[in-house]
């Protein structure tokens, strides 16, 4: 399984990006699929995912409002809408696929494959 996540960028404070991640290769059919974030110093903390059926999705506290998710599974592919983006959101971005379990959200230990990372750097 491969995920291939684009999108990031250089952006000032309030502006909009948007994330994609396409995931490729034996999925199955049962996985949520979701975004972590790495700021510089920090550990890597959940942003959001979207339940593999795309009626559930879960925000952290801290993107909540801003932040929306989803997903369009004929093309196994999970969307980040960022909005009014703020510096601390300044961080590597990655996808995650979590096969279903008994977790919701997915917690670090429960994501069977990580895309490569995309910076999203929000400028003051």
């Known amino acids: 399984v491969q995920l291939q996540a684009s999108g990031g960028g250089l952006v000032q404070a309030g502006g909009s990006l948007n994330l994609s991640c396409s995931a490729s290769g034996r999925t199955g059919a049962m996985y949520h699929l979701g975004w972590f974030r790495q700021a510089p110093g920090k550990e890597r903390e959940v942003v959001s995912f979207?339940?593999?059926?795309?009626?559930?999705?879960y925000y952290a506290h801290s993107v909540k409002g801003r932040f929306a998710t989803s997903r369009d599974n004929a093309k196994n592919t999970v969307y980040l809408q960022m909005n009014d983006l703020k510096p601390e959101d300044t961080a590597v971005y990655y996808c995650?696929?979590?096969?279903?379990?008994?977790?919701?959200?997915?917690?670090?230990?429960?994501?069977?494959?990580w895309g490569e990372g995309t910076l999203v750097t929000v400028s003051s």
């Open positions: 979207v339940a593999w059926r795309g009626l559930s999705t």
């Open positions: 995650a696929l979590s096969r279903v379990n008994d977790n919701w959200p997915p917690r670090e230990s429960d994501v069977n494959y």
